[in-house]
């Protein structure tokens, strides 16, 4: 079957980074995104990587190893508006999105 | 900008009843999708459009339907509503070519809960 593993929730201290890690197996695979997603809002699109490596937008950087199944979102300068759910989501062969259940991110002052 | 409206923004609806949730977007996107949400589990596709006049099935489909008769509306049926479907709806949409799938835009989202 297809699976995304990300962890359930994560609490980090502002002005901090805070990296998110997202593992995945898929039948093949064509993306990988990472939305965020406000409580009670609706997602949000912040990065797509296809080809291995960082991509950097910001404070925001998303990095990608296809042989691994992996993938990780990092947040730097962490603000209290960070506060959020982070979702990871796989493009497979089929071009279908498979989504991770998604990260709670607590920022602490 | 509106992007993507949704209603209604929540409802509570008899076991047995007839709903439909309405989706319109103004970006002209060839490609519409509807989401169901709940809490533990990541988000699970029920109907897709790539173009109007055609729709597919998701992962989840069974006890809902869809239309798309035109570009812009995606309404979602629930024929007859079971307490299973009680969930948050998110309809949204992409410009990606046909079958596949780019950078989505979500609505706000439908609270629908199933008595």
Known sequence: GQNIDQPTEMTATEGAIVQINCTYQTSGFNGLFWYQQHAGEAPTFLSYNVLDGLEEKGR??????????????LLKELQMKDSASYLCAVLDSNYQLIWGAGTKLIIKP | IAGITQAPTSQILAAGR??????????????????RQDLGLGLRLIHYSNTAGTTGKGEVPDGYSVSRANTDDFPLTLASAVPSQTSVYFCASSDAPSGNTGELFFGEGSRLTVL
Do not use: V
């Not at chain 1, 998303?62 to 990780?72: A, D, H, I, N, V």
């Open chain 1, 60 to 73: 925001f950087s998303s990095f990608l190893s296809r042989s691994k199944g992996y993938s990780y979102l």
């Open chain 2, 18 to 35: 007839r709903m439909t949730l309405r989706c319109t977007q103004d970006m002209r996107h060839n490609a519409m999708y509807w989401y």
